[in-house]
């Protein structure tokens, strides 16, 4: 049993329901949108050559929505790195050498919040943490685009 509540401080817990509420609808939608621009006349061939509706899905479908599909999941990654104010109040601000599901923790924009209030500011730690989080949402595209690039492949070899 995991509290949902330190005392009166945010957890990591409440703060990844949090971010799962808010995100969860931004790539639902995407989803829903990549996998309806798929045209009418594929899944009809599909059909008419004898593939079953679960066959369609699955061997038509999906494959053509998954560049929308990944793209939607990276966009909605890249907004939960940078996601700071929901943070602040559901998993608290202490920057903790320890993870742990019921005690509070700070992520990277949190932290950069953390270290821009107050009387001193660190302007060199802040603008290291931010290329810091730009890295990883570049290092996430990358990996993004080679992982299309390799499903493209493999999905044209197939054909």
Known sequence: FLPLSNNGRGTLLTGSLTLAAMILPVIIKSTEESILSVPRS???????????????????????????ILTSVLLGIGRVIGESAA???????????????????????????????????????SCAVSLLILA???????????T?????????GAA
């Open 42 to 68: 594929l899944r009809n061939s599909s059909l008419a050559l004898g593939a079953s509706e679960n066959q369609t899905v699955f061997k038509v479908v999906l494959p053509n929505a998954l560049g929308g």
């Open 87 to 125: 943070l602040i109040y559901t998993s608290g601000t202490a920057v903790m050498d320890s993870v742990s599901a019921n005690q509070g923790s700070a992520t990277l924009a949190v932290y950069i919040w953390d270290l821009m209030s107050g009387d001193t500011q660190n302007y060199e730690a």
């Open 136 to 146: 990883i949402v570049f290092l996430l595209s990358i990996a993004l685009k080679i």
């Open 148 to 156: 299309d690039h390799f499903l493209e492949k493999k999905k044209k």
